[in-house]
């Protein structure tokens, strides 16, 4: 279960503009070459995040790290130690971006991440076009049933 933000205490040294927010929630790194792997965000800032992982990722190594909240970002890799690898945005993430990633309606990433692209994956809470026409029906006609219904009371 996803644990809500927090800040998180800088090391001795800290070069960061901004304070790290403590997010501790499921995100999904792509690497060019390889299927997308489910990883931890430890924190987040708008310049960039620790992510934990047991992939291997090299110094200077471009990824995208899909966030919940935020949408898939470009990173490069500056550090890696004991607790994670840390990543620097290609580009700062908009105003509010933190607050939207640590909202408590982001949930944990349950989805199989080795399924295919384009693999046929039920949607849950979508309606069925037959579903959307029948409700667009309903909704012209159930007026005009109801005020001819008046009118034949009336009348």
Same mark, same amino acid.
């Given at each position: 279960m996803s644990q809500p933000a927090q800040i998180t205490t800088g090391l001795a040294g800290?070069?960061?503009? #901004?304070?790290?927010?403590?997010? #501790?929630?499921?995100?999904? +790194?792509? $690497?060019? /070459?390889?299927?997308?792997?489910?990883? =931890?965000?430890?924190? @987040?800032?708008?310049d960039g995040c620790l992510i934990e992982t047991d992939a291997l990722l090299a110094?200077? #190594? +471009?990824?995208?790290?899909?966030?919940a /909240?935020? /949408?898939? &970002?470009g990173a490069r890799v500056v550090r890696s130690g004991s607790i994670g690898y840390?990543?620097?945005? &290609?580009? =700062? +993430?908009? %105003?509010?971006s933190i607050t939207s990633a640590s909202r408590g309606? $982001? $949930?944990? @990433?349950?989805t199989d991440l080795t399924t295919a692209p384009g693999a046929d994956v039920?949607? &849950?809470?979508?309606? %069925?076009?037959? #579903?959307? +026409?029948l409700a667009a029906v309903a909704i012209v006609t159930l007026p005009w049933a109801a005020i001819l219904g008046v009118a034949v009371l009336l009348g």
């Open positions: 800290n070069r960061r503009a #901004q304070q790290r927010i403590g997010i #501790q929630r499921t995100a999904v +790194l792509r $690497v060019a /070459g390889h299927p997308p792997i489910p990883v =931890t965000l430890v924190d @987040l800032t708008r110094a200077e #190594q +471009l990824i995208e790290l899909g966030v /909240g935020i /949408g898939t &970002v840390g990543c620097e945005f &290609v580009e =700062t +993430l908009p %105003s509010g309606n $982001v $949930v944990k @990433l349950d039920a949607r &849950v809470g979508k309606f %069925s076009p037959r #579903q959307r +026409l």
